[in-house]
């Protein structure tokens, strides 16, 4: 729910571009190669779409998240109750290449047209990887951890377990031309660059913000 806001809406404004000129930073310095950029990205996307507690989002400030619908570019699909469940990075792709392979953010190369959802569905309900054995993430989860567990606002105990699994590599392995194999060590880090991407996409509707 939007909150009355205690900055003036220039104000607002200006932080908005701020933080768009953050996201997109960070976004082209993660595909120059500094994955690490992940953390700044989970603390940007917080700003702009996180509701809770004292907290209000610059969107919700700006009286702009309720009329949005976000670009979706992956989500599990919904399985019958006791069917097995399949582990998956949803919002990632495949690459083989000189190095082996292993996964890439998805960005726009999906679909022709992805999925808009309300905010909501996309943040909490849609899920991003299930495992039967380590459990259930969705977008939210993964922001939260890396934000406020894992460097991107504060550095901390890791206590998600599903995060953690995942950041290990979620027992996925890079196989190298020589044949020897690795655990996938960015799994967190390209999937936070995927929502990254889903919520630049989501905020071209809005155009300049007045």
């Known amino acids: 729910m939007a909150k009355t806001p205690s900055r003036p809406r220039e104000e607002l404004i200006e932080l908005y571009e701020r933080q768009m000129k953050a996201l997109e930073a960070s976004c082209v310095a993660y595909d120059a190669g500094e994955e690490w950029e992940a953390e700044r990205l989970a603390t940007t996307v917080f700003n702009l779409v996180h509701d809770g507690g004292s907290i209000a989002s610059l969107l919700s400030q700006l009286e702009l998240k309720d009329s949005l619908k976000f670009v979706s570019s992956g989500r599990m699909p919904q399985l019958p109750f006791g069917a097995p469940t399949v582990a998956s990075p949803v919002l990632l792709l495949m690459r083989f290449d000189e190095k082996g392979a292993h996964y890439l953010p998805k960005l726009g190369d999906g679909p022709p047209v992805y999925a808009s959802v309300p905010f909501e569905d996309w943040w909490k309900s849609e899920l ?41 590599g979620a ?20 999937s936070m660059r995927q929502i990254a991407w889903e919520v630049a996409a989501t905020l071209k509707q809005l155009g300049d913000v007045q």
Request: aromatic share 6%; hydrophobic share 35%.
């Open 171 to 190: 027992g996925w392995q890079i196989v190298h031309p020589d044949g020897n194999s690795e655990p996938v060590s960015n799994l967190v880090a390209a």
């Open 128 to 168: 991003i990887y299930q495992e039967k054995a380590a459990g259930q993430l969705n977008r939210a989860r993964l922001v939260y951890a890396l934000r406020h567990q894992d460097g991107g606002g504060h550095i901390g105990k890791l206590t998600d377990e599903v995060y953690i699994h995942l950041k290990k």
